[in-house]
């Protein structure tokens, strides 16, 4: 009986679980958006080496005395994004190779950089993010990025699903196709950093992953598929959190579980479907 009323109402005594509440109201939707991109323009990987990368981030706001290191680690990300994006386009490997690189090479640094004199262990909860600990002022970061990747999606997505087919029938069209790749990349990475410390860098990539693998296994047409990946984020997402409250769980941790159930379950109707 405890868990039934701590999950449907005793959350609401709690003004942090409120609070965290609002927060995954605006950020499921802005990460089931974002994986629909990321997904479609093979970039998924990319998302997950740039929170891995993060912690060099974290270490550089440190080394130049940050109360927080979040602006640093912005400024990285997209220093990140756009050498990387320089890198790719060279075409000297493989993406995959290229971003593995550069994902071993920035945890390492970050690594090396934030574990000197044993100081590591206190920016450790930067690994698992902590939606419990967001503040009345992050709900504010989160609605001004949700609207616009909103606004991105609106006005680029055609293209970037143009170039995800074909590049070269992309760029008969007039389509720039390094431009686009470099402006997702670089929206990605800003929100990677103002959002990891709330999702964590080994949660972060399952977020933005599994709600568009889910869509796509029931979705119909393309605004079917990102409609249910919004939908299915943000429904999962609040399922996780309560949970994570009544059972006493890491909240970031179990939302991906939720996440990864409402992904097996869109297996299963599509598996029985097709029969």
């Not at 709900?139 to 990025?145: P, R």
């Not at 693998?213 to 047409?221: E, G, S, T, V």
Request: with cysteine; aromatic share 10%.
């Amino acid at each position: 009986m405890t868990f039934l009323s701590d999950l449907l109402w005793g959350w609401t005594e709690y003004g942090f679980m409120r609070t965290a509440l609002c927060a995954v109201l605006l950020i499921a939707p802005l990460y089931g958006l974002l994986g629909t991109m990321a997904v479609d323009g093979r970039m998924a990987f990319f998302s997950d080496s740039l929170g891995h990368s993060a912690i060099t981030g974290i270490a550089l706001g440190v080394m130049l005395g940050l109360q927080t290191p979040a602006w640093a680690m912005v400024l990285y990300g997209l220093c990140y994004a756009l050498l990387l994006c320089y890198v790719k386009g060279r075409g000297a490997a493989s993406t995959d190779t290229t971003i593995g690189v550069f994902s071993s090479t920035g945890l390492a640094l970050g690594v090396v950089l934030l574990s000197r004199n044993g100081g590591f262990a206190k920016y450790s909860g930067y690994l698992i993010g902590d939606l419990l600990a967001i503040e009345p002022g992050d709900i504010a970061t989160a609605a001004v990025l949700l609207a616009v990747s909103l606004a991105f999606w609106l006005l680029f997505y055609n293209k970037m699903l143009l170039n995800s087919i074909s590049g070269p029938v992309a760029s008969s069209r007039g389509v720039r196709t390094h431009l686009m790749e470099t402006a997702f990349a670089c929206l990605l990475a800003v929100v990677v950093m103002l959002s990891i410390r709330w999702v964590g860098t080994l949660m972060l990539n399952a977020m933005l992953v599994l709600p568009a693998a889910a869509a796509r296994n029931l979705a119909r047409n393309v605004r079917h598929y990102h409609l249910l990946s919004m939908l299915l984020a943000l429904v999962c997402s609040v399922l996780g959190l309560l949970l994570s409250f009544a059972w006493g769980t890491a909240s970031g941790a179990t939302i991906v579980l939720m996440l990864a159930a409402g992904y097996a379950v869109t297996l299963l109707v599509r598996s029985r479907s097709a029969q």
